[in-house]
């Protein structure tokens, strides 16, 4: 069984900085891609930003620039840097691993969510 241990969040006033991180822990052979997703409270899921386990990464519009997404691979675990935070970023984090290889085949997590409250 595989699981995705978020840490990090938290209340930070607007423009300050937060550091999530997502740590995957099993038995995993290989994980393609890593990333954070956001629900904020009426609104649907949406992506943050992915990393491939080549380093490529995408970004949401509204992040490009103040956040910035790292991977460990040895360690299975994703950061997300968050910096020049707006009220706007308010939402629960969630870190995903896609395409994940167990012994049994690939399957997708999603971590338990941490939340991240930014101050006006």
């Known amino acids: 069984q595989v699981q995705l241990v978020e840490s990090g969040g938290g209340l930070v006033q607007a423009g300050g900085s937060l550091r999530l991180s997502c740590a995957a822990s099993g038995t995993i052979l290989s994980i393609n891609a890593m990333g954070w997703y956001r629900q904020a409270p009426g609104k649907q899921r949406e992506l943050v930003a992915a990393?491939?386990?080549?380093?490529?990464?995408d970004y949401a519009d509204s992040v490009k620039g103040r956040f910035t997404i790292s991977r460990d691979n040895a360690k299975n675990t994703v950061y997300l840097q968050m910096n020049s935070l707006k009220p706007e970023d308010t939402a629960v984090y969630f870190c995903?691993?896609?395409?994940?290889?167990?012994?049994?085949?690939?399957?997708?997590?999603w971590g338990q969510g941490t939340q991240v409250t930014v101050s006006s």
């Open positions: 995903n691993a896609d395409r994940v290889r167990v012994p049994r085949g690939y399957s997708n997590y």
């Open positions: 990393i491939t386990s080549g380093g490529n990464t």
